[in-house]
């Protein structure tokens, strides 16, 4: 069984500053990672993929992946109090399972 | 605009009553999934369907049904109702072939009294 971890939170951060949120996961042959965001009483929404090892940067939102470890992050640079959601690791269906694996995310709050 | 769309958004029921939830999507995506998502449990996939003709339990099918009646909408069904179905629920969709992205309807809060 595939599995995401995430940290619950709050991770609580002033604005301006950065946010780090981790997630972890147990199948070593996962190739591709999704970030979600989801607002309070709202849908997800994608806000990052990444595949390959290292970073990849989107405005001020960066990813990072280490297969090794096998965890990847999402920094928020210059954190805004609009950033303020909670944070879900997916994980793509890969193999004989059809389904993504979701994480239980990671609510972060940026407080002016 | 392509979109995912569930209706009703909101709805109150008492427990016992059947109640159906539907969803409709223009994206042209063959995937869809139902979600339910309470509180510090995230979201748990309920069913899921592949095209019309193929649906699959999720790991939290007990007390749910659902139907796909169109490439396009998948509908989800509450034979009796109880209090522990109260959450909120997701309609998505996916593209297999692209980047699996999951794309999410705006929701449906259930009340169950």
């Known amino acids: 069984q595939k599995e995401v971890e995430q940290n619950s939170g709050p991770l609580s951060v002033p604005e301006g500053a950065i946010a780090s949120l981790n997630c972890t996961y147990s199948d070593r042959g996962s190739q591709s990672f999704f970030w979600y965001r989801q607002y309070s009483g709202k849908s997800p929404e994608l806000i990052m993929f990444i595949y390959s090892n290292g970073d990849k940067e989107d405005g001020r939102f960066t990813a990072q992946l280490n297969k090794a470890s096998q965890y990847v992050s999402l920094l928020i640079r210059d954190s805004q109090p609009s950033d303020s959601a909670t944070y879900l690791c997916a994980v793509p269906p890969r193999g004989g399972s059809y389904i993504p694996t979701f994480g239980r995310g990671t609510s972060l709050i940026v407080h002016p | 605009d392509a979109d995912v769309t569930q209706t009703p958004r909101n709805r109150i029921t008492k427990t016992g009553k059947r109640i159906m939830l539907e969803c409709s999507q223009t994206?042209?995506?063959?995937?869809m999934y139902w979600y339910r998502q309470d509180p510090g449990l995230g979201l748990r996939l309920i069913y899921y369907?592949?095209?019309?003709?193929?649906?699959n339990k999720g790991e939290i099918s007990d007390g749910y049904s659902v139907s796909r009646q169109a490439q396009a909408k998948f509908s989800l069904s509450l034979e009796s109702a109880i209090p522990n179905q109260t959450a909120l629920y997701f309609c998505a969709t996916s593209d297999l072939g692209r980047s699996d992205e999951q794309f999410f309807g705006p929701g449906t809060r259930l009340t169950v009294l």
């Open positions: 994206k042209g995506h063959d995937r």
């Open positions: 369907s592949f095209d019309v003709k193929d649906i």
